[in-house]
């Protein structure tokens, strides 16, 4: 870790109800390329047997349990407690980022105040988190594809296992992405600049597709020609 990273400061909402245990060490791996996840807190009711898998793992990472009590039936407090606690993480000036672990849609508008501010913030939920909370993160984290990604990874001895579906919408976003940049004389495009204009128009993510960098999940799309120039720079053509 650069020690620009080292430096910033990342916090951590975990909505325990909504969000899956078993993918706590995959995103805490994620959030380090925005810095140190100093700030570590789960919502919930922990009266409920429900959350016991995620009360065993406050103390072996570091989170701070947040008691939120069900005061009417089929409703919680977490939803309100996370923004509060953000908010105040905000305007203190506390952090630099946010990650949020939750299914929830109810989050989609905090994620969008966050990012007014400028704050990137990482959602981590499941494959059927809904399309607003997702759209409104700096980025979206299939957790599900993480936890695989990881077990893969394991089971071939550190190897990359195998590649998800690369879907009808994830390659028009890379082509629109592609026809927005700037390209030389011979068509081709910074894969950088690609990659900006992908994730500012969408809540893409590379690893939602079992890639661990867009360079790998490009060379995995045979519309693409890639040029590797001075200076280590990534250059990509669509061929069709």
């Given at each position: 870790?650069?020690?620009?990273?080292?430096?910033?400061?990342?916090?951590?909402?975990?909505?325990?109800?909504?969000?899956?245990?078993?993918?706590?060490?995959p995103?805490?791996?994620?959030?380090a390329?925005?810095?140190?996840?100093?700030?570590?807190?789960?919502y919930?009711?922990?009266?409920?047997?429900?959350?016991?898998?995620?009360?065993?793992?406050?103390?072996?990472?570091?989170?701070?349990?947040?008691?939120?009590?069900?005061l009417?039936?089929?409703?919680?407090?977490?939803?309100m407690?996370?923004?509060?606690?953000?908010?105040?993480?905000?305007?203190?000036?506390?952090?630099?980022?946010?990650g949020?672990?939750?299914?929830?849609?109810?989050?989609?508008?905090?994620a969008?105040?966050?990012?007014?501010?400028g704050?990137?913030?990482?959602g981590f939920?499941?494959?059927?988190?809904?399309?607003?909370?997702?759209?409104?993160?700096?980025?979206?984290?299939?957790?599900?594809?993480?936890?695989?990604?990881?077990?893969?990874?394991?089971?071939?001895?550190?190897?990359?296992?195998?590649?998800?579906?690369?879907?009808?919408?994830?390659?028009?976003?890379?082509?629109?992405?592609?026809?927005?940049?700037?390209?030389d004389?011979?068509?081709?495009?910074k894969?950088?600049?690609v990659?900006?204009?992908?994730?500012?128009r969408?809540?893409?993510?590379t690893?939602?597709?079992?890639?661990?960098r867009?360079?790998?999940?490009?060379?995995?799309?045979?519309?693409?020609?890639?040029?590797?120039?001075e200076?280590d720079?990534?250059w990509?053509?669509r061929?069709r």
């Amino acid at each position: 870790m650069s020690d620009e990273l080292q430096h910033r400061n990342i916090a951590l909402l975990i909505d325990s109800d909504n969000a899956s245990p078993a993918g706590i060490d995959p995103v805490l791996t994620v959030l380090a390329e925005l810095g140190q996840v100093n700030i570590r807190r789960a919502y919930g009711n922990w009266r409920k047997p429900a959350l016991k898998s995620w009360a065993d793992l406050v103390h072996r990472y570091g989170i701070e349990p947040q008691q939120q009590f069900d005061l009417t039936r089929g409703k919680n407090a977490t939803d309100m407690k996370m923004t509060i606690d953000a908010m105040d993480m905000m305007y203190r000036g506390r952090v630099h980022g946010f990650g949020i672990m939750s299914s929830d849609s109810d989050f989609m508008p905090l994620a969008m105040r966050i990012r007014q501010d400028g704050y990137p913030v990482y959602g981590f939920g499941s494959a059927k988190t809904p399309e607003g909370f997702r759209q409104a993160c700096t980025r979206f984290i299939d957790v599900d594809a993480l936890i695989r990604a990881e077990k893969e990874e394991r089971a071939n001895g550190g190897n990359d296992g195998g590649k998800g579906t690369l879907d009808d919408d994830m390659l028009h976003l890379l082509f629109e992405a592609y026809n927005a940049s700037k390209r030389d004389q011979k068509g081709f495009a910074k894969l950088s600049e690609v990659g900006q204009r992908a994730g500012n128009r969408s809540s893409f993510d590379t690893r939602n597709y079992g890639y661990a960098r867009l360079i790998d999940l490009v060379e995995a799309i045979p519309n693409f020609a890639i040029e590797r120039r001075e200076n280590d720079q990534i250059w990509i053509k669509r061929l069709r």
